[in-house]
DNA sequence: TCAAGACATCGACAAATGTCAATGTCAGTG
DNA sequence: CACTGACATTGACATTTGTCGATGTCTTGA
Protein backbone atom coordinates (compact mmCIF):
# COMPACT_ATOMS: atom_id res chain seq x y z
CA UNK A 1 0.00 0.00 0.00
CA UNK A 2 1.40 3.51 -1.25
CA UNK A 3 2.06 6.20 1.49
CA UNK A 4 -0.26 8.51 -0.01
CA UNK A 5 -2.70 5.84 -0.42
CA UNK A 6 -2.14 4.58 3.78
CA UNK A 7 -2.82 8.35 4.62
CA UNK A 8 -5.73 9.11 2.82
CA UNK A 9 -7.29 5.84 4.52
CA UNK A 10 -5.91 6.81 8.13
CA UNK A 11 -7.31 10.15 7.67
CA UNK A 12 -10.86 8.69 7.10
CA UNK A 13 -10.86 5.87 9.80
CA UNK A 14 -9.42 8.62 12.51
CA UNK A 15 -12.27 10.21 11.42
CA UNK A 16 -14.77 7.94 13.16
CA UNK A 17 -11.79 6.40 15.54
CA UNK A 18 -13.88 8.76 18.08
CA UNK A 19 -16.14 7.13 20.56
CA UNK A 20 -18.88 10.60 20.59
CA UNK A 21 -17.99 10.94 16.57
CA UNK A 22 -19.64 7.33 16.52
CA UNK A 23 -22.40 8.35 18.35
CA UNK A 24 -23.33 11.07 16.12
CA UNK A 25 -22.90 9.04 13.47
CA UNK A 26 -25.32 6.49 14.63
CA UNK A 27 -27.48 9.00 16.04
CA UNK A 28 -27.69 10.87 12.67
CA UNK A 29 -28.33 7.21 10.97
CA UNK A 30 -31.41 6.27 12.68
CA UNK A 31 -32.78 9.14 12.58
CA UNK A 32 -36.26 10.02 10.74
CA UNK A 33 -34.77 10.83 7.53
CA UNK A 34 -31.18 10.38 8.37
CA UNK A 35 -30.46 13.86 9.08
CA UNK A 36 -29.80 15.08 12.29
CA UNK A 37 -29.29 19.13 13.40
CA UNK A 38 -26.61 20.06 15.74
CA UNK A 39 -29.39 20.26 19.17
CA UNK A 40 -30.65 16.72 18.48
CA UNK A 41 -27.08 15.05 18.89
CA UNK A 42 -26.00 17.52 21.84
CA UNK A 43 -28.37 16.48 24.57
CA UNK A 44 -27.94 12.64 24.35
CA UNK A 45 -24.19 13.08 24.18
CA UNK A 46 -23.83 15.40 27.04
CA UNK A 47 -21.50 17.52 24.87
CA UNK A 48 -20.92 21.53 24.74
CA UNK A 49 -22.85 22.79 21.54
CA UNK A 50 -18.77 23.96 20.33
CA UNK A 51 -17.62 20.34 20.77
CA UNK A 52 -20.62 18.89 18.77
CA UNK A 53 -19.96 21.50 15.88
CA UNK A 54 -16.33 20.60 16.29
CA UNK A 55 -16.48 17.05 15.71
CA UNK A 56 -19.55 17.24 12.80
CA UNK A 57 -17.08 19.30 10.89
CA UNK A 58 -14.43 16.79 11.48
CA UNK A 59 -16.76 14.06 9.94
CA UNK A 60 -17.89 16.47 7.04
CA UNK A 61 -14.20 17.31 5.85
CA UNK A 62 -13.47 13.52 6.16
CA UNK A 63 -16.36 13.00 3.54
CA UNK A 64 -18.29 11.01 6.18
CA UNK A 65 -21.17 13.39 6.69
CA UNK A 66 -22.86 16.63 4.59
CA UNK A 67 -24.58 19.53 5.72
CA UNK A 68 -27.29 21.20 4.41
CA UNK A 69 -28.15 24.54 6.25
CA UNK A 70 -31.93 25.05 5.94
CA UNK A 71 -33.03 28.11 7.58
CA UNK A 72 -31.61 28.57 11.03
CA UNK A 73 -30.86 24.97 11.47
CA UNK A 74 -28.12 22.74 10.29
CA UNK A 75 -28.84 19.35 9.10
CA UNK A 76 -26.45 16.66 9.09
CA UNK A 77 -26.69 13.41 6.76
CA UNK A 78 -24.64 10.78 6.19
CA UNK A 79 -22.47 10.83 2.57
CA UNK A 80 -24.15 7.64 0.50
CA UNK A 81 -21.76 4.90 0.28
CA UNK A 82 -18.99 6.81 2.39
CA UNK A 83 -19.28 4.11 5.47
CA UNK A 84 -19.55 1.30 2.81
CA UNK A 85 -15.79 2.37 0.81
CA UNK A 86 -14.24 2.47 4.36
CA UNK A 87 -15.56 -0.94 4.89
CA UNK A 88 -14.46 -2.45 1.82
CA UNK A 89 -10.67 -0.81 2.50
CA UNK A 90 -10.80 -3.32 5.31
CA UNK A 91 -12.46 -6.45 3.84
CA UNK A 92 -10.50 -6.22 0.52
CA UNK A 93 -13.44 -6.34 -1.16
CA UNK A 94 -14.76 -3.75 -3.07
CA UNK B 1 -25.32 3.48 20.39
CA UNK B 2 -24.13 2.61 23.99
CA UNK B 3 -21.54 4.44 25.05
CA UNK B 4 -19.18 1.36 25.58
CA UNK B 5 -19.85 -0.22 23.08
CA UNK B 6 -18.82 3.40 20.91
CA UNK B 7 -15.51 3.56 23.42
CA UNK B 8 -14.53 0.11 22.36
CA UNK B 9 -15.58 0.13 19.01
CA UNK B 10 -13.39 3.73 18.70
CA UNK B 11 -10.20 2.01 20.28
CA UNK B 12 -10.25 -0.63 17.59
CA UNK B 13 -10.68 1.73 14.72
CA UNK B 14 -8.11 4.25 16.52
CA UNK B 15 -5.52 1.30 16.59
CA UNK B 16 -5.87 1.20 12.54
CA UNK B 17 -6.12 4.73 11.82
CA UNK B 18 -2.77 5.22 11.32
CA UNK B 19 -1.12 5.22 8.00
CA UNK B 20 1.88 3.25 9.33
CA UNK B 21 0.04 0.65 11.17
CA UNK B 22 -2.05 0.64 7.76
CA UNK B 23 0.83 -0.60 6.36
CA UNK B 24 1.96 -2.64 8.52
CA UNK B 25 -1.36 -4.56 7.91
CA UNK B 26 -1.01 -4.53 4.48
CA UNK B 27 2.78 -5.51 4.24
CA UNK B 28 1.64 -8.36 6.70
CA UNK B 29 -1.39 -9.53 4.79
CA UNK B 30 0.85 -9.65 1.25
CA UNK B 31 3.78 -11.21 3.02
CA UNK B 32 4.77 -15.49 2.86
CA UNK B 33 2.45 -17.06 4.66
CA UNK B 34 0.87 -14.12 5.84
CA UNK B 35 3.03 -13.45 8.90
CA UNK B 36 6.43 -11.00 9.06
CA UNK B 37 8.40 -10.22 11.72
CA UNK B 38 9.46 -6.54 12.88
CA UNK B 39 12.41 -6.76 10.54
CA UNK B 40 10.67 -7.09 7.58
CA UNK B 41 8.15 -3.89 8.15
CA UNK B 42 11.15 -1.68 9.56
CA UNK B 43 12.63 -1.18 6.30
CA UNK B 44 10.18 -0.38 3.64
CA UNK B 45 8.26 1.62 6.18
CA UNK B 46 11.86 4.33 6.92
CA UNK B 47 11.21 3.24 10.50
CA UNK B 48 13.20 3.16 13.97
CA UNK B 49 12.93 -0.56 15.15
CA UNK B 50 11.43 0.24 18.69
CA UNK B 51 8.78 2.72 16.88
CA UNK B 52 7.75 -0.21 14.66
CA UNK B 53 7.64 -2.76 17.44
CA UNK B 54 5.42 0.04 19.30
CA UNK B 55 3.01 0.05 16.62
CA UNK B 56 2.49 -3.56 16.33
CA UNK B 57 2.15 -3.75 19.64
CA UNK B 58 -0.95 -1.53 19.56
CA UNK B 59 -2.53 -3.69 16.76
CA UNK B 60 -2.04 -6.59 18.99
CA UNK B 61 -3.69 -5.11 22.22
CA UNK B 62 -6.71 -4.06 19.70
CA UNK B 63 -7.23 -7.51 18.75
CA UNK B 64 -6.15 -6.63 14.94
CA UNK B 65 -2.65 -8.92 15.34
CA UNK B 66 -1.16 -11.73 17.07
CA UNK B 67 2.44 -11.79 17.70
CA UNK B 68 4.33 -15.36 18.23
CA UNK B 69 7.73 -15.93 18.81
CA UNK B 70 9.45 -18.48 17.66
CA UNK B 71 13.09 -18.57 17.91
CA UNK B 72 14.35 -15.01 17.88
CA UNK B 73 12.35 -13.59 15.43
CA UNK B 74 8.66 -12.46 16.53
CA UNK B 75 6.00 -13.16 13.68
CA UNK B 76 2.86 -11.06 13.70
CA UNK B 77 -0.20 -12.31 11.73
CA UNK B 78 -3.45 -10.89 11.52
CA UNK B 79 -6.40 -12.00 13.39
CA UNK B 80 -9.08 -14.11 11.83
CA UNK B 81 -12.14 -12.32 10.79
CA UNK B 82 -10.90 -8.93 13.23
CA UNK B 83 -10.97 -6.89 10.31
CA UNK B 84 -14.28 -8.20 8.61
CA UNK B 85 -15.63 -7.22 12.41
CA UNK B 86 -14.71 -3.98 11.77
CA UNK B 87 -15.82 -3.57 8.28
CA UNK B 88 -19.61 -4.94 9.94
CA UNK B 89 -19.42 -2.26 12.29
CA UNK B 90 -19.58 0.54 9.51
CA UNK B 91 -21.70 -1.69 7.35
CA UNK B 92 -24.46 -2.25 9.87
CA UNK B 93 -24.35 -5.91 8.36
CA UNK B 94 -22.88 -8.39 10.64
C1' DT C 1 30.57 -18.52 29.13
C1' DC C 2 30.71 -14.79 26.08
C1' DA C 3 29.18 -12.03 22.02
C1' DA C 4 25.85 -10.82 18.64
C1' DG C 5 21.39 -10.09 17.05
C1' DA C 6 16.18 -9.45 17.34
C1' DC C 7 12.96 -7.48 19.77
C1' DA C 8 10.70 -5.03 23.94
C1' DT C 9 10.60 -1.35 27.19
C1' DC C 10 11.68 3.19 29.02
C1' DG C 11 12.25 8.22 29.02
C1' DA C 12 11.77 12.24 26.60
C1' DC C 13 9.89 15.35 23.35
C1' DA C 14 7.04 17.91 19.78
C1' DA C 15 2.74 17.61 17.63
C1' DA C 16 -2.01 16.49 17.43
C1' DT C 17 -6.48 15.84 19.81
C1' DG C 18 -10.80 16.56 22.66
C1' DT C 19 -13.01 19.69 25.43
C1' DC C 20 -14.91 24.02 27.05
C1' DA C 21 -16.03 29.17 27.56
C1' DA C 22 -16.28 33.21 25.00
C1' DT C 23 -17.24 35.44 20.93
C1' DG C 24 -18.77 35.94 16.04
C1' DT C 25 -22.27 35.20 12.30
C1' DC C 26 -26.58 34.96 10.34
C1' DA C 27 -31.74 34.03 9.77
C1' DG C 28 -36.15 34.83 11.60
C1' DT C 29 -39.37 37.70 14.56
C1' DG C 30 -41.28 41.45 17.11
C1' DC D 1 -34.05 48.09 13.82
C1' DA D 2 -33.16 45.36 17.93
C1' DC D 3 -33.45 40.80 19.79
C1' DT D 4 -33.35 35.97 20.05
C1' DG D 5 -31.84 31.43 18.90
C1' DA D 6 -28.94 28.05 16.26
C1' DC D 7 -24.43 27.30 14.77
C1' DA D 8 -19.60 28.33 13.73
C1' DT D 9 -15.17 30.01 15.09
C1' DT D 10 -11.53 31.26 18.26
C1' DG D 11 -8.42 30.78 22.13
C1' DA D 12 -6.93 28.16 25.77
C1' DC D 13 -5.84 24.02 28.16
C1' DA D 14 -4.80 19.15 29.65
C1' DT D 15 -4.31 14.76 27.57
C1' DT D 16 -2.97 11.64 24.09
C1' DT D 17 -0.08 10.25 20.24
C1' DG D 18 3.99 9.24 17.16
C1' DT D 19 8.71 9.16 17.08
C1' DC D 20 13.41 8.44 18.50
C1' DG D 21 17.62 7.05 21.25
C1' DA D 22 19.09 4.37 25.04
C1' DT D 23 18.70 0.45 27.61
C1' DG D 24 16.90 -4.20 28.98
C1' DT D 25 15.75 -9.16 27.87
C1' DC D 26 16.33 -13.39 25.72
C1' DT D 27 17.87 -16.76 22.17
C1' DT D 28 21.43 -18.62 19.29
C1' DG D 29 26.09 -19.72 18.02
C1' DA D 30 31.06 -19.78 18.79
Known sequence: ??????????AQFKAIADPN????VSIISASENAEACVCDI???????QSTVS???KILVD???LTRE???VWAYYSLVPGALDSLAGALTGRP
Chains 1, 2 share one sequence.
Do not use: Y
Request: proline share 3%.
Open 42 to 48: TEPLNLG
Open 54 to 56: HHL
Open 21 to 24: RLRM
Open 62 to 64: AGV
Open 1 to 10: MSEDTASSLA
Open 69 to 71: KRG
